[in-house]
């Protein structure tokens, strides 16, 4: 059974989530603070989903997501009892996939982590060329291997990542928008906010360095590209 983590200082909120997933036939682990979360997290690396309270106990729901963030590509839902724009703005920046407000209907809930799970599960990707390996400016890009070496050097990236930076080298100058991008990386089936492309995209050119600078570009108000020449 997939494993959801459950991160809520609040005992009620904690104990109906884990019953109607449990009903659902998910196994559930619980956390009543954003310390205790990244510690369950460490501790069982095959947890399919995180569902994360934003006002826990330090650190917030924000912060766990960014720091799982680093080295994961897990689906992270965000739960508020606040409904402001800033806040599902700074949880969909710090690499969230879904926010739910508060109070909200678990069986709803749980259909959300269904489509979560298909979406993480059953995203098409690109196909492989004969050819693994690809180079690009110094970026070398092996598609067997799902590794990005930047100067000979590995680049840490989460699949999601992987998967922007790949359909963007698939055809240098092409510019694709975020629903295009939302379409082949996260599914047909994704119903978020199209700004979490945003945020991927400005954590991969973050990773990229100098080379995400120079090749890695916005067209304002379209959406994202590789440019060729890095001084046009």
């Given amino acids: 059974m997939k494993k959801i ?16 997933l449990t009903g659902a036939g998910y196994t559930v682990l619980e956390a009543e603070s954003g310390a205790e979360a990244l510690s369950v997290f460490a501790e069982h690396p095959d947890i399919a ?40 703005l700074t949880g969909f920046d710090a690499g969230a996939d879904e926010y739910v407000t508060k109070p909200f209907s678990p069986a709803v809930l749980v259909k959300r982590v269904e489509a979560l799970l298909r979406r993480h599960e059953g995203a098409p990707h690109t196909q492989q060329s004969a050819d693994n390996v690809k180079t690009y400016w110094g970026l070398s890009l092996d598609e067997e291997a799902h590794e990005v070496l930047l100067h000979g050097e590995l680049v840490d990236l989460t699949p999601k990542e992987y998967s922007i930076l790949l359909k963007l080298l698939s055809h240098i100058g092409r510019v694709y928008n975020r629903e295009q991008l939302l379409d082949d990386v996260w599914g047909m089936d994704f119903f978020g906010d199209t700004r979490t492309v945003d945020s991927h995209v400005a954590r991969l050119r973050t990773k990229l360095g100098q080379w995400g600078t120079a090749h890695l570009k916005t ?14």
Avoid at 5 to 20: C, G, K, Q, T
């Fill in 49 to 88: 989903l995180c569902i994360l309270d934003i006002m826990m106990p330090e650190p917030d729901g924000w912060e766990v997501t960014r720091t799982i963030r680093k080295t994961s590509d897990v689906p992270i839902l965000l739960l508020s009892a606040r409904s402001e724009d800033f806040d599902q």
């Fill in 5 to 20: 983590l459950i991160a809520d200082d609040e005992m009620l909120i904690r104990n109906l989530v884990s019953d109607f």
């Fill in 219 to 232: 067209v304002y108000g379209v959406g994202y590209k590789i440019q060729e020449n890095a001084n046009a």
